[in-house]
């Protein structure tokens, strides 16, 4: 079955460490997209991507990096930089936006300092 | 700035009962209005999508309307169950500088008893 795999399910960071979380799609999505969710808030915008080998920043981008070398993968970088960073972590995917603009959603990466 | 608006206080109703969510918007003219169901601990699955040019759309159970002029859409499901317990988030599209992504609402938390 087509679908988004984020791994881990659970994260710890300790202060001053950078993580990676990993996103894979098989979808054959172009678009894709990191979200993150804190308790009793929207999803707000990280960072997303068209295309392969190109990416933008979104509205809380500071303190995190991507990449997006294969079309399937999307991983998401939380620097030391990144203060606050314990959070629930949602990748999502979409195909194009003008025929089918919902977003697939992987089952998302719980990060928590320690 | 836009702004996107959902229930804050949690939904409760029997089962067997219509449960209505509202979801409003300000400075906003979106092309499209999406729901989505979350359940704890996992990532949003995509509901149902309507376009401004619809005012109402339905699939099974579930009926979502569309208000341009009240900005404002209803997102109904009828004949409730408690494994219809979870929140919804409505979703509005957002065109960025280099493609697309979605604003959500902080959602509606949803209980359906027995």
């Known amino acids: 079955d087509g679908g988004i795999t984020q791994s881990p399910k659970y994260l710890f960071r300790k202060e001053g460490q950078n993580v990676t979380l990993s996103c894979e799609q098989n979808l054959n999505h172009d678009a894709m997209y990191w979200y993150r969710q804190d308790p009793g808030q929207g999803l707000r915008l990280i960072y997303y991507s068209q295309i392969v080998n190109d990416f933008q920043k979104g509205d809380i981008a500071e303190g995190y990096s991507v990449s997006r070398e294969k079309k399937e993968s999307f991983p998401l970088t939380v620097t030391s930089a990144q203060k606050n960073p314990t959070a629930f972590y949602l990748c999502?995917?979409?195909?194009?936006?003008?025929?089918?603009?919902?977003?697939?959603f992987g089952s998302g990466t719980r990060l928590t300092v320690v | 700035s836009q702004k996107i608006e959902q229930n804050s206080e949690a939904l409760n109703i029997q089962e067997g009962k219509t449960a209505t969510l509202t979801c409003n918007y300000t400075n906003y003219s979106p092309a499209y209005l999406q729901w989505y169901r979350q359940d704890p601990g996992r990532g949003p699955v995509f509901l149902l999508l309507?376009?401004?040019?619809?005012k109402e759309k339905r699939k099974e159970r579930l009926k979502v309307t569309f208000d341009t002029t009240l900005k404002q859409s209803l997102f109904h499901i009828t004949a409730s169950q408690p494994a219809d317990s979870a929140t919804y988030l409505c979703?509005?599209?957002?065109?960025?500088?280099?493609?697309?992504?979605?604003?959500f609402g902080k959602g509606t938390s949803l209980l359906v008893t027995p």
């Open positions: 979703a509005l599209d957002r065109f960025l500088d280099s493609g697309y992504a979605l604003n």
């Open positions: 309507i376009r401004e040019n619809e």
């Open positions: 999502a995917s979409s195909s194009n936006p003008g025929l089918q603009p919902g977003h697939t």
